[in-house]
């Protein structure tokens, strides 16, 4: 009996040295590259200019009607958090929308108001991509303590996600709202990881609070919540707590202009800019700005979600309804039913919320080059730890999509590739399911 221990022991030191070692040295060529690319390359931001304008009138004038808080990009359309955020932001690096640009003169953009913004400050532009650094760095160390704490890929699967051009220039050259909300977001994934599920609540709520794309997240969360504690103790404990942390970042919006307060920031319904969809370039735009469209693809991804509920995430428990509250350490008072007790496997936790996700990506109505941030970071998981393809094809559809997202301007070949590649890992992600079941944690 003691020598097959020594030998996991053994066997378990020096894997925890491989993912130490490749994570110190993916963490080494992340700050070198990124340096280089501050230093070298030119920003090609846009969206900042335009998230210190919309900014600016809520903490100098005090206008908290989001009908009339615009940038240059058009109307605020993110929630409070991002309006208290940014406005940190235009404070602590004493930005001027008036006369500051991000653009060079080469790349100045045909707009009113543009004439007088004839500063580009440069320190202060590095300081800005310097802070992105450390956000992305951040998502990096989280996405780290996930992907070693699942046990279900090799520590090199971890240093895969570090080899995407596109990802670094939307974190140090486009600086985009998008990055804050996947690191609050990561936060959270990781307490959840940690069965530490109300602090995770009140942070993932914060992340949505910054841009509601991690809304994408919330129908794993939700069945995660529901098989962890119930239906009363989720809806009355941790979706409460999710409603108190968008109520109380967004009360003086809600106790002024409440309706115009959800309607900018929650506009589900709002239009996309076919010429900017890197997905559904292969669509004609009449069809792409339809209603029929969109809601087909609604019904597409609450069916997928459906399936995966009903077929794949709900199977070791017996079924939907028998997973609520099944690893809570109580009896059913109607049945003879005892509850395991123990604790949701890591891997069922970070595959669920991930597949939602991903579900939701294969089904949005547009992606614009900055969502790859919403995604990339799980792809590489998903192919090695939930698929069975073998590892050729999981390293070529890496580089087809990176390939797909990296065209500018998006093109109808690279919309076909990145829809293909979209589905082809859907598909494996539902065979996988099928025959690797989670496996519980002890408590």
């Not at 030119?42 to 969206?47: A, E, K, L, Q």
């Not at 079924?319 to 109580?330: A, D, I, K, M, Q």
Request: charge should be positive.
């Amino acid at each position: 009996m003691l020598l097959p221990m020594a030998k996991r022991n053994i066997a378990s030191t020096a894997e925890n040295f491989t993912w130490r070692k490749i994570f110190l040295s993916t963490i080494c060529f992340e700050i070198l590259l990124n340096i280089l690319l501050i230093v070298l390359e030119p920003t090609y931001v846009f969206d900042w200019d335009a998230y210190m304008e919309e900014v600016y009138g809520v903490f100098n004038n005090g206008t908290l009607d989001y009908s009339n808080l615009k940038g240059d990009t058009g109307a605020l359309v993110y929630p409070a958090g991002f309006v208290w955020l940014f406005s940190a932001f235009y404070k602590l690096f004493d930005w001027d929308y008036v006369h500051f640009t991000t653009e060079y003169d080469w790349s100045r953009k045909n707009i009113s108001g543009y004439e007088e913004r004839v500063i580009r400050p440069t320190n202060r532009i590095y300081g800005i991509q310097a802070m992105y650094l450390f956000v992305y760095l951040g998502v990096l160390t989280l996405l780290f303590r996930v992907f070693k704490r699942t046990k279900a890929i090799p520590p090199y699967v971890f240093a895969l996600v570090s080899l995407s051009r596109r990802v670094h220039s939307i974190f140090v050259l486009g600086l985009f709202n998008d990055c804050f909300a996947l690191l609050f977001f990561m936060i959270s994934l990781d307490l959840f990881t940690r069965d530490n599920w109300l602090l995770g609540c009140f942070w993932y709520s914060v992340a949505v609070s910054i841009k509601m794309n991690i809304l994408l997240f919330a129908p794993g969360l939700l069945l995660l919540l529901l098989k962890r504690f119930g239906v009363r103790e989720t809806i009355f404990k941790y979706i409460v707590v999710c409603a108190l942390v968008q109520i109380v970042i967004a009360l003086p919006f809600l106790a002024t202009y409440p309706k115009e307060y959800i309607k900018g920031a929650f506009d589900f319904g709002r239009q996309f800019y076919h010429q900017w969809s890197v997905n559904w370039q292969f669509v004609p735009e009449s069809i792409f700005q339809s209603k029929l469209w969109s809601t087909g693809l609604i019904l597409g991804q609450l069916c997928t979600l459906l399936a995966f509920v009903v077929n794949r995430w709900c199977v070791l428990e017996g079924g939907v309804l028998l997973s609520f509250n099944y690893y809570t350490e109580v009896s059913s008072p109607s049945s003879n039913l005892k509850k395991s007790g123990k604790s949701l496997a890591v891997e069922h936790i970070v595959n669920v919320m991930f597949v939602s996700n991903f579900i939701g990506i294969c089904f949005c109505r547009s992606l614009h080059y900055q969502f790859y941030v919403w995604y990339h970071f799980s792809i590489a998981y998903l192919l090695f730890a939930q698929t069975l393809f073998p590892k050729y094809l999981n390293f070529l559809l890496i580089t087809v999509i990176e390939v797909a997202w990296n065209q500018h301007h998006p093109m109808i070949w690279s919309s076909l590739v990145l829809f293909c590649s979209h589905f082809i890992i859907l598909f494996g992600l539902w065979r996988g399911s099928r025959l690797k079941m989670p496996k519980r944690n002890s408590a």
